[in-house]
């Protein structure tokens, strides 16, 4: 768990403010980097995912900012919602075939 | 097309019991990994499943062991219990090891 550290661990914006978290790794053999969103009592649901040729990727209020040569990519939410309330998680994936997740990142936009 | 399930939602065991966990995966897919999540923290990786060969394994002992059937539906189960086994376990999905992976929302399991 220590090749990610993922950062702030838990984060206030009020509606309509952006949001950003950010994650910092240490394996240069991480090919794919996506970052999850899990609710209370559900599994963590795939949100955004990066790869390293890119140095950034939007969809939607969601953009990966990406920095290969620092080794740190990270999730910003544009005009934050209610409804994002949630843990997030970066989890870059390595090249064994498993993501390795972050501690998490626990999301309140309050209204 | 479904999506992944997992049973049971909950469990209650005692410390030293065993337990099997059981997993469907989403229509299609082929790979199944399965993820320990303590309390407050990340998942982490436990082992893999590609056509019932396990593909790759975390840093857990051999009391945590797996099975996937030909219809590449899986099993993950766990002797001697131990206390710091309690966790929500995931599985996910995925098509041929591609690395987007569908999660199940996962079986609570509580060792006493």
């Not at chain 1, 768990?1 to 240069?28: D, H, M, R």
């Not at chain 2, 999540?37 to 857990?60: D, K, S, V, W």
Request: with cysteine; hydrophobic share 30%.
């Amino acid at each position: 768990q220590q090749q990610v550290k993922q950062s702030p661990q838990s984060l206030i914006v009020q509606k309509g403010g952006i949001s950003i978290i950010n994650c910092a790794y240490e394996n240069t053999a991480f090919d794919y980097f996506p970052w999850y969103q899990q609710f209370p009592g559900k599994g963590p649901a795939l949100l955004i995912a990066i790869r390293p040729d890119v140095s950034e990727k939007k969809e939607g209020r969601f953009t990966i900012s990406f920095n290969k040569s620092a080794k740190q990519f990270s999730l910003h939410i544009m005009d934050s919602q209610p409804g994002d309330s949630a843990t997030y998680f970066c989890a870059p994936h390595s090249n064994t075939g498993k993501l390795i997740f972050g501690q998490g990142t626990t999301l309140q936009v309050k209204p | 097309e479904t999506g992944v399930t997992q049973s049971p939602t909950h469990l209650i065991k005692t410390r030293g019991q065993q337990v099997t966990l059981r997993c469907s995966s989403q229509s299609g897919h082929n790979t199944v990994s399965w993820y320990q999540q303590a309390l407050g923290q990340g998942p982490q990786f436990i082992f893999q499943y590609y056509r019932e060969e396990e593909n790759g394994r975390g840093n857990f002992p051999p009391r945590f062991s797996g099975l996937q059937f030909p219809n590449y539906s899986s099993e993950l189960n766990v002797n001697a219990l131990e206390l710091d086994d309690s966790a929500l376990y995931l599985c996910a999905s995925s098509l041929n090891g591609n690395e987007k992976l569908f999660f199940g929302s996962g079986t609570q399991l509580s060792v006493l």
